[in-house]
């Protein structure tokens, strides 16, 4: 009986790779990721209690409630904070302050965070206002912030002094200033 070597593969080969596929995906699995790791989109909310409904979708926290969403840098700080899932929006309310980037900030009464504009609401208390800090480089001063050690003369400009003649006078050769 002649048994052919393309014969033989053609018969174990479905076998073979049904042996040889979870093998390969177990080791690629335990390869070290050469991809970058994706950017954590979680936003967390912390606060001393927590409730959620599944029906509604709203998750509501109270009691120093604290937000993270290191995806866009941004930090809150509130006496309580609803999350709409459906709407993916975050309503904080209570002394609310949020930080962005470590250096811009939002004060108010209540901010409402659309999460998927990535957009804020800021409303404040009755006969308030909402107060907004936002860190502005200066080009001219080579992105380096004034200190209050900074000489009065390096943060003016210098104007030139101009000899101003009154309308009256005549003109008559003058021996030139050192003075301009």
Do not use: C, H, W
Not at 74 to 90: L, M, N, P, T
Not at 172 to 177: Q, T, V
């Amino acid at each position: 009986m002649k048994f052919s070597l393309a014969k033989l593969i053609s018969k174990l080969f479905p076998q073979l790779l049904l042996l040889v596929i979870p093998l390969l995906a177990i080791a690629a699995s335990s390869l070290p990721s050469t991809q970058a790791q994706p950017v954590n989109t979680a936003l967390t909310i912390r606060a001393d209690m927590q409730e959620a409904n599944s029906i509604t979708g709203v998750v509501t926290a109270t009691g120093n409630v604290k937000m993270s969403y290191p995806a866009r840098q941004i930090d809150a700080i509130a006496e309580q904070a609803q999350y709409f899932s459906k709407e993916q929006r975050v309503v904080l309310t209570g002394n609310v302050t949020v930080t962005q980037e470590g250096t811009n900030s939002i004060k108010a009464q209540t901010i409402t965070y659309l999460v998927s504009e990535g957009r804020f609401v800021a409303a404040p208390t009755n006969n308030q206002q909402v107060e907004t800090i936002y860190i502005v480089p200066d080009r001219e001063l080579g992105n380096t912030p004034a200190s209050a050690t900074t000489p009065v003369t390096q943060i003016k400009p210098e104007f030139k002094k101009q000899r101003v003649s009154s309308p009256t006078s005549e003109l008559s050769p003058e021996k030139p200033s050192s003075n301009p």
